[in-house]
């Protein structure tokens, strides 16, 4: 198996370039040594079967940030057969340096000027011809956002791969200052014989967005109105088709499912149905959700605006240690928290993706208002109503920036905040699709497993011992919570109510139904039940526990597979759970205090 | 000598030195900024917000933390 690399700077549609070459077959592979989710595609190339890896974007192989040193680990640690180095023509001048960087290890290279029709728009003249004789590579025109040269880059890269140079490939070490000036200088020779630059650049276009959207008045508003805007898409046309799916689920239990059982001894039957069908059933609420997510967010990353985004958010967040994009993806948790965590994959330092991420959970997502607009409606009044909710995305938006403060240190960003802010490009659809099929497929290998375990455990929980009804004080969960009771009598939450919370674990959409089971009443029933049985305050304690102890079993294990540290997940949860109680402790309290 | 800090919108300088430890230098040589390349400042953010740069064709944003530490020389343009 011959191995090849796709290595370039960040912004050089090396990503799109990934997807024409790969087809649609493309899936995350494991590397010794290396913690993220590379994309890799088999393929056969000069009649070799081949992989081909796509390296995250790097401006340096030398650096010290978190995406430099997993391209490190992939050359020190795997052999590389043959390197396609990716660059943006219009940039050409700076992008070579990467090039050359990889040549003095001796890896094969070829080059591929990608954007090119974009370098020609701006008037910049590429001699490729000659570049090829004086870099001694292939050197090949594309672009990959129209599929051109897509056929005389495997061309090239099949005949080079065919002539098996044997040179042993070096190991990364520290350029020293006179390899620098060498390299400086051989790129100023390369540049003045083969590039032809216009007198004047001619990008207008971005000028003109950039100065309407980046426009110290205009600016903010226009993103906050886009914002809005992509939330709404996002949710309004996700919610129906999560609700049809709902509907298509409970339909095929009730209809097909249940029957199939009926003769069966009724533990197995809720085994199946109450414990993997609710898992299976969970899992896929998120799927229409997540794809939307990713066909949107690909749009505004690939179109430039994300980093114009971090641009006009970058003064206010940086005082909470965090950054623009960060700010973006805090919004978007408020739809749901999980693809808003898979989406700071965009931000390449590993501090301050851990902040975001770490405080995303406390985003008031839409599972949670559910349950909110249920319990406000049973309890409050249409005056009052509104007002709790409303203190309630407060209190959100509250715990995420207090959060961040004080977790700023331990997440302490180290990398200077720089980021490119490259011209405005049209994405394309092609790029968009596969990468949101990537994701939504990465979401169910990974999480699947995760959640299952989480519902059968939880089920088990509600549901033994055997011959006690279910969910009641007899079983495990409710003999936990009269374990917990202690812990939860302060803050005015009952035993029942425990129980409930242990099913929120897994999500929030089922705490009503869990309601349900545990005071024996459906609908309005359960409306007249909470009303005479638990009282505002304990509503509203119930409710800062629930908004801010831990979204569900999809959040956690996105967060596992995001983070891939275990113990960034048991601190993360922890750290909800001790505020969860905290605030509930001093609502509860201080209300009890002054209505007595 | 003045630092890319003392820059207004759409004022250029040509860059002196990059005070900086050597990796940081390392990295913004990566970004094109380079000692004798000429920087323009696009805009600044309000409430003491980045900086909207070019090099060449490159365009990025820099908090004022790391402008600070690079020195330009204005009066050459």
Same mark, same amino acid.
């Given at each position: 198996?011959?191995?090849?690399?796709?290595?370039?700077?960040?912004?050089?549609?090396?990503?799109?370039?990934?997807?024409?070459?790969?087809?649609?077959?493309?899936?995350?592979?494991?590397?010794?040594?290396?913690?993220?989710?590379?994309?890799?595609?088999?393929?056969?190339?000069?009649?070799?079967?081949?992989? =081909?890896?796509?390296?995250?974007?790097?401006?340096? $192989?030398?650096?010290?940030?978190?995406?430099?040193?997993?391209?490190?680990?992939? #050359?020190?640690?795997?052999?590389?057969?043959?390197?396609? *180095?990716?660059?943006?023509?219009?940039?050409?001048?700076?992008?070579?340096?990467? $090039?050359?960087?990889?040549?003095? &290890?001796?890896?094969?290279?070829?080059?591929?000027?990608?954007?090119?029709?974009?370098?020609?728009?701006?008037?910049?003249?590429?001699?490729?011809?000659?570049?090829?004789?004086?870099?001694?590579?292939?050197? *090949?025109?594309?672009?990959?956002?129209?599929?051109?040269?897509?056929?005389?880059?495997?061309?090239?890269?099949?005949?080079?791969?065919?002539?098996?140079?044997?040179?042993?490939?070096?190991?990364?070490?520290?350029?020293?200052?006179?390899? !620098?000036?060498?390299?400086?200088?051989?790129?100023?020779?390369?540049?003045?014989?083969?590039?032809?630059?216009?007198?004047?650049?001619?990008?207008?276009?971005?000028?003109?967005?950039?100065? =309407?959207?980046?426009?110290?008045?205009?600016?903010?508003?226009?993103?906050?109105?886009?914002?809005?805007?992509?939330?709404?898409?996002?949710?309004?046309?996700?919610?129906?088709?999560?609700?049809?799916?709902?509907?298509?689920?409970?339909?095929?239990?009730?209809?097909?499912?249940?029957?199939?059982?009926?003769? @069966?001894?009724?533990?197995?039957?809720?085994?199946?149905?109450?414990?993997?069908?609710?898992?299976?059933?969970?899992?896929?609420?998120?799927?229409?959700?997540?794809?939307?997510?990713?066909?949107?967010? +690909?749009?505004?990353?690939?179109?430039?605006?994300?980093?114009?985004?971090?641009?006009?958010?970058?003064?206010?967040?940086?005082?909470?240690?965090?950054?623009?994009?960060?700010?973006?993806?805090?919004?978007?948790?408020?739809?749901?928290?999980?693809?808003?965590?898979?989406?700071?994959?965009?931000?390449?330092?590993?501090?301050?993706?851990?902040?975001?991420?770490?405080?995303?959970?406390?985003?008031?997502?839409?599972?949670?208002?559910?349950?909110? $607009?249920?319990?406000?409606?049973?309890?409050?009044?249409?005056?009052?109503?509104?007002?709790?909710?409303?203190?309630?995305?407060?209190?959100?938006?509250?715990?995420?920036?207090?959060?961040?403060?004080?977790?700023?240190?331990?997440?302490?960003?180290?990398?200077?905040?720089?980021?490119?802010?490259?011209?405005?490009?049209?994405?394309?659809?092609?790029?968009?699709?596969?990468?949101?099929?990537?994701?939504?497929?990465?979401?169910?290998?990974?999480?699947? /497993?995760?959640?299952?375990?989480?519902?059968?455990?939880?089920?088990?929980?509600?549901?033994?011992?055997?011959?006690?009804?279910?969910? +009641?004080?007899?079983?495990?969960?409710?003999?936990?919570?009269?374990?917990? +009771?202690?812990?939860?009598?302060?803050?005015?939450?009952?035993?029942?109510?425990?129980?409930?919370?242990?099913?929120?674990?897994?999500?929030?959409?089922? *705490?009503?139904?869990?309601?349900?089971?545990?005071?024996?009443?459906?609908?309005?029933?359960?409306?007249?039940?909470?009303?005479?049985?638990?009282?505002?305050?304990?509503?509203?304690?119930?409710?800062?526990?629930? =908004?801010?102890?831990?979204?569900?079993?999809?959040?956690?294990?996105?967060?596992?597979?995001? +983070?891939?540290?275990?113990?960034?997940?048991?601190?993360?949860?922890?750290?909800?759970?001790?505020?969860?109680?905290?605030?509930?402790?001093?609502?509860?309290?201080?209300?009890?205090?002054?209505?007595? | 000598?003045?630092?890319?800090?003392?820059?207004?919108?759409?004022?250029?300088?040509? #860059?002196?030195?990059?005070?900086?430890?050597?990796?940081?230098? @390392?990295? =913004?040589?990566?970004?094109? &900024?380079?000692?004798? /390349?000429?920087?323009?400042?696009?805009? /600044?953010?309000? &409430?003491?917000?980045?900086?909207?740069?070019?090099?060449?064709?490159?365009? &990025?944003?820099?908090?004022?933390?790391?402008?600070?530490?690079? !020195?330009?020389?204005?009066?050459?343009?």
């Amino acid at each position: 198996m011959k191995r090849i690399a796709l290595l370039g700077m960040p912004n050089t549609g090396k990503s799109t370039l990934f997807n024409r070459l790969s087809g649609s077959s493309a899936r995350i592979g494991n590397w010794p040594g290396i913690t993220v989710d590379l994309h890799v595609v088999k393929t056969i190339l000069a009649g070799h079967m081949a992989e =081909l890896i796509d390296l995250p974007g790097i401006y340096d $192989l030398q650096g010290l940030s978190e995406d430099e040193k997993i391209v490190q680990t992939f #050359i020190n640690h795997n052999k590389i057969d043959l390197a396609i *180095v990716v660059l943006c023509s219009a940039q050409i001048e700076r992008q070579l340096s990467l $090039l050359l960087q990889l040549q003095k &290890l001796n890896i094969p290279c070829v080059l591929a000027l990608n954007m090119h029709d974009e370098a020609k728009k701006m008037g910049i003249s590429i001699n490729a011809a000659l570049l090829e004789k004086k870099l001694k590579i292939p050197v *090949v025109k594309t672009s990959a956002k129209f599929g051109e040269g897509m056929t005389e880059l495997l061309k090239a890269s099949s005949q080079l791969m065919s002539q098996n140079v044997a040179t042993p490939i070096k190991k990364i070490s520290p350029l020293n200052s006179s390899d !620098q000036i060498s390299h400086q200088k051989t790129i100023q020779t390369l540049i003045q014989l083969t590039v032809k630059y216009p007198t004047k650049l001619n990008d207008k276009n971005t000028k003109k967005l950039d100065a =309407l959207f980046l426009n110290p008045f205009w600016g903010l508003p226009i993103f906050f109105i886009i914002v809005f805007s992509i939330f709404q898409f996002i949710f309004t046309l996700g919610k129906p088709i999560q609700d049809l799916m709902a509907q298509f689920f409970n339909f095929f239990r009730a209809d097909y499912l249940e029957p199939l059982f009926t003769n @069966h001894h009724g533990i197995f039957q809720s085994l199946l149905l109450d414990g993997l069908y609710l898992g299976v059933t969970t899992i896929a609420a998120f799927v229409p959700i997540i794809i939307l997510f990713f066909l949107i967010m +690909s749009v505004v990353e690939d179109s430039g605006y994300f980093s114009r985004a971090a641009f006009l958010m970058d003064a206010l967040m940086e005082k909470i240690g965090l950054d623009g994009r960060g700010f973006v993806m805090m919004l978007m948790g408020f739809g749901c928290n999980v693809p808003a965590l898979i989406g700071t994959k965009i931000m390449r330092t590993k501090e301050l993706r851990l902040l975001t991420m770490f405080v995303i959970p406390f985003s008031l997502c839409s599972a949670r208002l559910q349950v909110f $607009l249920f319990i406000i409606t049973a309890l409050f009044n249409a005056k009052y109503g509104p007002l709790v909710l409303f203190c309630l995305y407060l209190l959100s938006f509250f715990t995420i920036f207090i959060s961040a403060l004080i977790f700023k240190n331990q997440f302490k960003n180290k990398e200077p905040i720089i980021i490119e802010l490259p011209p405005y490009r049209f994405p394309t659809m092609n790029h968009i699709i596969k990468r949101s099929v990537l994701e939504i497929k990465h979401f169910l290998t990974r999480a699947t /497993k995760f959640i299952t375990i989480g519902v059968l455990l939880v089920w088990a929980l509600t549901h033994f011992p055997m011959d006690v009804p279910i969910a +009641s004080e007899l079983t495990y969960s409710g003999q936990l919570g009269k374990w917990l +009771s202690p812990i939860f009598q302060p803050i005015g939450i009952n035993e029942q109510l425990v129980i409930a919370l242990i099913f929120g674990f897994i999500a929030k959409e089922i *705490v009503i139904g869990a309601l349900a089971v545990i005071y024996g009443a459906e609908g309005t029933a359960l409306i007249h039940h909470l009303y005479s049985n638990v009282t505002q305050i304990q509503a509203i304690s119930f409710m800062i526990f629930t =908004l801010i102890y831990t979204p569900c079993l999809s959040t956690i294990a996105t967060l596992k597979n995001e +983070s891939k540290n275990l113990s960034f997940v048991i601190y993360s949860v922890s750290w909800a759970l001790l505020m969860a109680w905290v605030f509930s402790f001093i609502f509860y309290q201080t209300s009890l205090y002054f209505s007595s | 000598m003045t630092t890319l800090l003392e820059l207004s919108e759409g004022q250029s300088g040509i #860059i002196q030195k990059l005070d900086m430890d050597r990796l940081l230098i @390392h990295r =913004l040589h990566a970004m094109g &900024l380079k000692r004798g /390349k000429k920087i323009t400042v696009l805009r /600044k953010a309000p &409430l003491k917000g980045p900086f909207h740069i070019m090099i060449d064709t490159t365009e &990025l944003m820099i908090r004022e933390q790391e402008a600070s530490l690079i !020195q330009i020389n204005s009066s050459a343009l």
